[in-house]
């Protein structure tokens, strides 16, 4: 079952909590906005498309949903994007011009797609989302968004936090998720990360919304961009925690 939370001015957390094959939780986090035109950022994997949907309806109507949008192509990103798509016919599914391109051209896919660049903006009202091109970060099409309004940064695998965390985190995480990162091997080499965390230390935001883990405020954001700076986070020889070829 997913768990909803209100964290500011008409953004929702929708969170399911799993247990991986080690026996650890992790979380997959979908951010609703409520507002003249409806936005849910990722869908979560397809079988966890109904505590998703049920989660949005506890908000809204999902039928009225106007955009889906994802960050880059992933089953936990994607997965239930179809779907969504279908229950509501006036939504629209908004990603980078890349993942248009490569992932979305040449599939069993018809449904309305926009693809988007560097700096363009969805107007949903109240709330504008920026674009941000981050390439590697940690797929080619990765792309992150920035809420004018409320100085909120949606920036998918980044500022990830493993475990059962509450829906605002306050505590220093930062070393723990570059642990995890060099774990995991999400991250081919430590500049491309570095170079997106320059650009988003320049936005100065209040708000930093992950897709795994809680979200950061303003006073806990510096832990996490100060770990990001000063501890490896590239790959390392591992995937999921498993050994591979040598570096």
């Not at 695998?157 to 505590?171: K, R």
């Not at 992950?210 to 790959?235: C, D, K, Q, W």
Request: charged share 25%; hydrophobic share 40%.
């Amino acid at each position: 079952m997913a768990r909803v939370d209100a964290l500011v001015d008409g953004i929702y957390r929708i969170c399911t909590t799993v247990q991986l094959p080690d026996n650890t939780d992790f979380q997959f986090n979908q951010f609703l906005i409520d507002d003249e035109r409806p936005a849910l950022i990722h869908t979560g994997m397809y079988g966890l498309y109904e505590g998703v949907r049920d989660g949005v309806a506890e908000v809204l109507d999902p039928s009225k949903l106007e955009y889906v949008i994802l960050l880059h192509f992933e089953a936990d990103e994607t997965g239930g994007m179809d779907r969504f798509l279908e229950g509501a016919p006036n939504s629209a599914l908004a990603c980078s011009a890349l993942s248009a391109i490569l992932n979305l051209s040449g599939w069993n896919y018809s449904g309305r797609v926009e693809g988007h660049t560097e700096g363009e903006v969805i107007d949903l009202g109240k709330h504008k989302l920026r674009f941000l091109e981050t390439p590697h970060v940690h797929h080619w099409d990765s792309m992150m968004l920035f809420d004018e309004t409320t100085k909120s940064v949606f920036p998918s695998d980044l500022f990830i936090q493993p475990g059962d965390q509450p829906p605002v985190v306050t505590e220093d995480l930062g070393s723990m998720m570059c642990e995890y990162y060099r774990e995991i091997g999400i991250f081919a080499h430590d500049k491309p990360v570095r170079d997106v965390v320059d650009r988003i230390e320049a936005l100065d935001p209040d708000w930093i919304h992950g897709m795994h883990g809680g979200s950061l405020r303003r006073e806990t954001i510096p832990n996490f961009i100060r770990a990001l700076r000063e501890e490896p986070v590239g790959y390392q020889g591992k995937l999921l925690g498993r050994e591979v070829l040598p570096r």
